[in-house]
């Protein structure tokens, strides 16, 4: 397969406006299927690749909200726990003018950090191996799982990407997640600013970077910065890329259909620089569209933002 991930399923319940503190009194909408890694994977599937998860979900109607729109979508669900014994997890979201959000998660106990690792012999070749940080926060247990996952692909032959996508919410402990032997590993890592100073120990961009080239496997840091575009570091030189300019309606899930449309372009033939040109019209496209993973992300739509002149340096 093209790109396989495994990680947290949820649903998100959701706050119907800005500003709206989790604990009033008012409107939330939902369930959206959710998860960051079912974002990622699903707007990579709606492009055209073959793509699989990993993960759990309850026997009751939340579970089937995820795993239809999964199905519907081309992602393949044959690896998701379905338990007669647990609720699917959920998320209840808050996002405020500033970009910021709030989350109440309730994953604990449930099958959405249940799914176990299956071998890499059974799942066969893979390109693309994608971790998400808030995956590895969520559960010790299942961190491992996806950890010793990562180890038996990368052996047979498969790259590994790698967003940090820090939930404080999630976070015990180490606030680095305990990261250190996963960043030995990934060829592509995918961070925000103050991600990429947070895991590498450092206090500026220039030095982050140096220590994440000094590692053995890494290939290319994309540094995403929401609104402001992404810079594209490899050995070789780094590229800014810009953002498409689209009437937001909500944030949420956009870094996420960056990161599956980037490797979609990846695996379909394209350079750095266009798989992150698609990455930026995923996630534009998505924040155009209320709910985590709503937006029209389809082969068309990415490449017709492409073509077009709105990019926004």
């Given at each position: 397969?093209?790109i396989l ?5 949820l649903?998100e319940?959701m706050r119907d406006?800005?500003?709206a503190?989790l604990?009033e009194?008012?409107?939330?909408l ?10 990622c ?5 709606r492009?055209?690749?073959?793509t699989?998860?990993?993960?759990g979900v309850g026997?009751?109607?939340f579970?089937?909200?995820?795993r239809?729109?999964l ?13 007669p014994?647990g ?6 979201v808050?996002?405020f003018?500033d ?6 998660f309730?994953?604990?106990h449930?099958?959405?950090v249940?799914?176990k690792?299956p ?6 070749p893979?390109?693309?191996f994608?971790?998400?940080g ?8 299942f961190g491992?799982?996806?950890?010793q996952l990562?180890?038996?692909l990368?052996a ?5 990407s790698?967003?940090?996508n820090?939930?404080?919410e ?6 680095t997640?305990?990261?250190?032997d ?12 103050e991600e ?11 030095e982050?970077i140096?220590k ?6 890494m290939?290319a ?5 929401g ?6 570091y490899t050995k070789s030189g780094?590229s ?5 300019k689209?009437?937001?309606?909500d944030a949420?899930g956009?870094?996420d ?6 490797l ?24 155009a ?5 709503e ?10 933002m492409?073509?077009?002149?709105d990019?926004?340096?």
């Open positions: 397969m093209d991930t495994m990680g947290e399923l649903v319940i406006q800005e500003g503190s604990w009194k008012g409107v939330f939902g369930p959206f299927p959710s998860g960051a890694p079912a974002i994977i699903d707007a990579a599937a492009l055209g690749c073959s699989a998860i990993i993960g026997k009751d109607d579970g089937d909200c995820i239809e729109r199905n519907r979508d081309g992602v393949d669900t044959n690896y998701i726990l379905t338990s014994t609720s699917t997890g959920c998320a209840f808050t996002y003018a970009g910021s959000r709030k989350f109440i309730h994953m604990d449930t099958p959405a249940a799914a690792a071998s890499p012999e059974t799942l066969g893979v390109r693309y994608h971790i998400m808030c995956s590895l926060a969520a559960n010790a247990a491992e799982e996806i950890l990562m180890y038996g990368k047979a032959g498969t790259k590994i790698f967003d940090p820090i939930r404080r999630l976070l015990a402990g180490d606030s997640l305990n990261i250190k996963l960043m030995e590993n990934v060829h592509i890592l995918l961070p925000g600013l990429l100073l947070l895991i590498t120990g450092s206090t500026s961009e220039k982050a140096e994440c080239f000094s590692l053995p496997s290939e840091v994309v540094l995403k910065n609104s402001k575009g992404s810079r594209i780094v800014e890329i810009g953002v498409y689209v009437m937001q309606k949420t956009a870094g259909c960056f990161d599956g449309a980037f979609a372009g990846l695996c379909q033939g394209r350079d750095y620089v266009t798989a992150a040109k698609m990455g930026a019209a995923a996630g534009a496209l998505n924040a569209a209320f709910g985590p993973m937006g029209n992300i389809s082969p068309k739509t990415v490449e017709d492409l073509r077009g002149s990019i926004l340096s």
